[in-house]
Structure formats: C-alpha cells, structure tokens
C-alpha cells in the first residue's frame, strides 16, 4: 500500500506490478472542517454490532468502512480528515449540497421560532412551501400531501389509488423500488428487498423494458446523450423494441390482473435498479393502457424529482406524460427527512372519505428547509448545473466504455447516471459482486464515493449533490478509470 498525501488515498498494489504513484489529484476546496475529537472508530464499530440491529451492519458499505464526520457541499470528511468527493450524496438524496448555506441558514431560523406543530393548527411554513411546491407543477396536479419519507408516499399513494379507483391491482416494472415498508414492499420489484412474508397483495410485476439488458433494445432506443452497443434496424421515429415491451404489458393485462386495476407505479428512471431507461414513448403508451382499465398513473420521482435529470424539473416530464399522481422525497430536503404526494382535487377528495393523520408530516422544520431547497434550486441554477456537468460526465464515461470491455453500458439524463459493469460485451452478463467490490473499494480508497445497485448488482449508480463540477468529473475519471485498469491487471 502506499499513501498519497495530497488526495489521503490508500491504494492497493497490483500483484503484477509496482504501484504507480499517480494517485489522480483532488481538485482543491477551500472549506476546512472541524477537528474531530469524538468517538474512537473500534468503538463506533463495536456499538453497530451490539446495539444497532444486524441489518445496520448487513448495508454497510466498504470492507473498510467510511467513518463520516462532515460535510460541506458535494465533500465529506471522515473522522481522520480525510476528504471524499461523494457522488452518490446519501443516496441520491442530498440535493443542492451538503449543510448548503442558505439551507442551513433557514433550518437555524426556523429552530429558533418553531421545531413542531401538527396540521391540526394552521401555521405559516406550510402554505408557504405548498403554494411553492404546486407552481412546480402543470395542472391538474395541484395537492399536496406531506409525509416523512418516499415509503411513507409510495404507501399513501397505494391507498389514494384504490380509494378513488374502487378497484385493488397494482401494477409495477421488473427492477423498481418503490420502498421497503410491508405495503411498498409489494410494488418493489427485487428479490434481495423481499422478506418470506405476506406483504403488498395484488401487486403484480411486468417486464421491464430495459434496452440494454432486456431482449429488445436498440441504438436510439432513449432519451439520453449516451445510447447502448446494441445495433438498431429501426426507422427514424419508430422503435420495435417499445412495442415488444408494450406487448409484454398488454400480456401481463390478459394474463395477471382484473379487466379493472387500481394504478400502475413506475419510476421515470429507475434508481435502485440502477438508472435503467425505458423506450422514448413507453410511459406515454403504458399511461394509455392503464387509464383504459380505469387504472390512474402513479411517478415515482424520489431519485428522479427537483431538477436532477437536468432537463425537466420532474422526470416525468422528460416522457412528455402528465401522470394522476406523483411521490416524492430524498431531494426534497436535500437530507432533512419528507416526503410528498401531489396529485389532482377529484383523487385527493376521494381521500377525505375517511380519516388521515401524519404527526410529523409538513412540520414547520421541514416546511422550511424544503422551501428552501425550492429557493436554492432556481437561485443556484441546480438543474441547468445538472444537465451540463452530467452530460460532460456520461460522454466521458461513454470513452471508458468504449475502452473496456466490462464496460457494457453508461446511461442517464442529467445527475442520473447508471454504469452497468459486465464480464463481456457480448454476453452482457453481469459482472460478478466480488468484482464489483473490488473496483468499489478501490474508487472509495482513492477519495470518492459512489453507489451500487441493479437486480444482480452490477452497476454503478452516480447521483451527486447537484453542485459538482466538471473539474469533479476530470478527478472521477481518473480515478474510475485508474480503478478498472487495476482490476483489469489483477484479472
């Protein structure tokens, strides 16, 4: 091992060569951090395994973990003052930036006049941040619930559904995650988030139009800078691999679920299955199918939402769909904990038929810090940052695609991105999860942070704080590129 002083990177040696010292250099940053003088990291670790349930040490990341003590921005520090470049930001949740200034300047304002109340009570902060949040959106979706977390949507959006619906069916992609309580589970399409217990009846999963991995897919299949390897025969405006996967849709109609259904979920990328994109004008035709057996439209915009595909606000408007109903939350609060339904006045009144509580949903602390994420977002000029850097950032992955061959495909709009590792590009199987560690650890000990995720976790997820640069991007590439060609090597 050897260590670079300027970066703190721990690198390990190949088995085949010496170290090079060309550790990539981090591009600098002015905020320093506080010392950190608490806890001892054995300590922390010993209390994970003692006192935090199993599952707190089962989604640890890292053979080595990261200890974070702080944040600023898109960096983090750990508890030895060694920095990070984060490009997976919480899980793609830290929106404008880690403790952003003005973020935190209104959260401290808000502390010091009122933490809670309920909607009990009519106070300020919450017609304030839902009067902001509907102008985000094109009529008729002007409701706004507030909740805690994109579970807590997801499960109230069920509910809403089959209310107004009179009818119980939910249909959802192969692939997608839509949360992990008993109710969401159902909607969640990947073996590794069920349990062996009775949890969200009458959900059904249709095949995913995935245009690289799937069995149709072509050159022009998506809206992305970067398209698959796979060639493509089709006329211009037309695209057979759409209506392959709108024929799978229509069989799991005749085959699955009542003439009538409650809803169809589906995430406008998919984000734990690992930024997967649909044909141009799935959604828009899937939307026609579902509303035909009486069915409303449901986008999941937790990972997708406030601007992160760079060129729309919302990711639905990208598939050029207005949908009945839309979820939210992660970058809603850029870390502060809500989440959100927004949907149209019929379907919301259908609600009111019973009685609905949420204690801490649309707090004033939230309220506040979530109207100021909205702020920060226009004042920052968040997603058109989104759309630059991230575009820069997938043509050049599409280079290092082009370069290796366990490489199979780079793809996303805006801070969206999913690199899907493969043994080959001929086969596209997937890269096995030792290899995928191993490429992992070595991008985390070279000072950046990223994500995982897919059905056989194999690719690569890339959702920063919407404020990176593109001097950011020079530094991961190096780094993303110096870690596969170790792999490589030691393969």
Same mark, same amino acid.
Not at 337 to 350: F, H, L, R, Y
């Given at each position: 091992?050897?260590?670079?002083?300027?970066?703190?990177?721990?690198?390990?040696?190949?088995?085949?060569?010496?170290?090079?010292?060309?550790?990539?250099?981090?591009?600098?940053?002015?905020?320093?951090?506080?010392?950190?003088?608490? *806890?001892?990291?054995?300590?922390?670790?010993?209390?994970?395994?003692?006192?935090?349930?199993?599952?707190?040490?089962?989604?640890?990341?890292?053979?080595?973990?990261?200890?974070?003590?702080?944040?600023?921005?898109?960096?983090?520090?750990?508890?030895?003052?060694?920095?990070?470049?984060?490009?997976?930001?919480?899980?793609?949740?830290?929106?404008?930036?880690?403790?952003?200034?003005?973020?935190?300047?209104?959260?401290?304002?808000?502390?010091?006049?009122?933490?809670?109340?309920?909607?009990?009570?009519?106070?300020?902060?919450?017609?304030?941040?839902? !009067?902001?949040?509907?102008?985000?959106?094109?009529?008729?979706?002007?409701? $706004?619930?507030?909740?805690?977390?994109?579970?807590?949507?997801?499960?109230?959006?069920?509910?809403?559904?089959?209310?107004?619906?009179?009818?119980?069916?939910?249909?959802?992609?192969?692939?997608?995650?839509?949360?992990?309580?008993?109710?969401? $589970?159902?909607?969640?399409?990947?073996?590794?988030?069920?349990?062996?217990?009775?949890?969200?009846?009458?959900?059904?999963?249709?095949?995913?139009?995935?245009?690289?991995?799937?069995?149709?897919?072509?050159?022009?299949?998506?809206?992305?800078?970067?398209?698959?390897?796979?060639?493509?025969?089709?006329?211009?405006?037309?695209? *057979?691999?759409?209506?392959?996967?709108?024929?799978?849709?229509?069989?799991?109609?005749?085959?699955?679920?009542?003439?009538?259904?409650?809803?169809?979920?589906? !995430?406008?990328?998919?984000?734990?299955?690992?930024?997967?994109?649909?044909?141009?004008?799935?959604?828009?035709?899937?939307?026609?199918?579902?509303? !035909?057996?009486?069915? $409303?439209?449901?986008?999941?915009?937790?990972?997708?939402?406030?601007?992160?595909?760079?060129?729309?606000?919302?990711?639905?408007?990208?598939?050029?769909?207005?949908?009945?109903?839309?979820?939210?939350?992660?970058?809603?609060?850029?870390?502060?904990? *809500?989440?959100?339904?927004?949907?149209?006045?019929? $379907?919301?009144?259908?609600?009111?038929?019973?009685?609905?509580?949420?204690?801490?949903?649309?707090?004033?602390?939230?309220?506040?810090?979530?109207?100021?994420?909205?702020?920060?977002?226009?004042?920052?000029?968040?997603?058109?940052?989104?759309?630059?850097?991230?575009?820069?950032?997938?043509?050049?992955?599409?280079?290092?695609?082009?370069?290796? !061959?366990?490489?199979?495909?780079?793809?996303?709009?805006?801070?969206?991105?999913?690199?899907?590792?493969?043994?080959?590009?001929?086969?596209?199987?997937?890269?096995?999860?030792?290899?995928?560690?191993?490429?992992?650890?070595?991008?985390?000990?070279?000072?950046?942070?990223?994500?995982?995720?897919?059905?056989?976790?194999?690719?690569?997820?890339?959702?920063?704080? *919407?404020?990176?640069?593109?001097?950011?991007?020079?530094?991961?590439?190096?780094?993303?590129?110096?870690?596969?060609?170790?792999?490589?090597?030691?393969?």
């Amino acid at each position: 091992r050897f260590h670079n002083k300027q970066t703190g990177a721990l690198c390990q040696k190949s088995a085949f060569k010496p170290p090079s010292t060309d550790v990539p250099e981090m591009p600098p940053c002015n905020f320093s951090p506080e010392k950190y003088t608490g *806890m001892s990291k054995d300590r922390m670790i010993e209390i994970r395994r003692q006192n935090c349930n199993p599952m707190t040490m089962k989604v640890t990341y890292y053979k080595k973990p990261v200890f974070i003590h702080q944040g600023y921005m898109q960096w983090l520090w750990d508890v030895d003052g060694r920095r990070y470049l984060d490009l997976f930001a919480g899980v793609a949740t830290v929106s404008v930036g880690h403790c952003h200034p003005k973020v935190t300047a209104a959260a401290e304002q808000q502390l010091k006049k009122l933490w809670h109340t309920t909607s009990i009570y009519v106070y300020p902060t919450l017609h304030e941040y839902c !009067e902001k949040l509907a102008s985000h959106f094109p009529d008729p979706l002007k409701v $706004i619930y507030l909740t805690n977390s994109g579970s807590e949507s997801n499960d109230l959006a069920i509910l809403m559904a089959r209310l107004h619906t009179g009818n119980n069916d939910i249909i959802t992609l192969r692939g997608s995650y839509h949360g992990g309580s008993p109710q969401t $589970i159902g909607l969640t399409s990947n073996a590794a988030y069920k349990y062996p217990v009775a949890s969200g009846f009458d959900s059904t999963n249709t095949m995913c139009p995935d245009v690289f991995r799937g069995p149709w897919g072509g050159s022009h299949c998506r809206d992305s800078p970067v398209q698959t390897i796979r060639e493509c025969t089709c006329a211009q405006g037309h695209c *057979m691999a759409n209506e392959q996967y709108i024929a799978q849709l229509k069989e799991t109609f005749a085959t699955s679920v009542p003439n009538r259904i409650a809803a169809f979920f589906g !995430e406008p990328i998919q984000g734990v299955g690992g930024a997967v994109q649909y044909p141009k004008n799935y959604l828009k035709d899937a939307y026609k199918l579902v509303r !035909e057996r009486g069915g $409303i439209c449901v986008a999941d915009e937790v990972q997708t939402g406030f601007g992160r595909t760079g060129s729309h606000f919302w990711g639905f408007q990208g598939h050029d769909v207005i949908p009945d109903m839309v979820t939210m939350a992660k970058g809603i609060g850029n870390g502060f904990p *809500m989440g959100a339904v927004v949907t149209t006045p019929e $379907i919301a009144a259908s609600f009111a038929k019973g009685l609905h509580f949420n204690t801490f949903g649309g707090n004033p602390l939230a309220c506040a810090v979530a109207s100021s994420v909205l702020d920060t977002i226009r004042e920052d000029d968040t997603q058109q940052n989104s759309l630059r850097v991230g575009t820069y950032l997938m043509t050049e992955l599409a280079k290092l695609r082009d370069k290796y !061959e366990i490489i199979g495909d780079v793809r996303g709009k805006g801070l969206q991105i999913g690199v899907e590792m493969v043994r080959d590009k001929a086969s596209r199987d997937p890269l096995p999860p030792e290899a995928m560690a191993e490429i992992f650890e070595d991008v985390k000990d070279m000072g950046v942070l990223i994500g995982k995720g897919a059905i056989y976790g194999q690719t690569f997820r890339i959702k920063p704080p *919407m404020c990176i640069t593109k001097e950011d991007v020079d530094f991961f590439m190096a780094v993303f590129d110096k870690s596969v060609r170790n792999y490589m090597e030691r393969r």
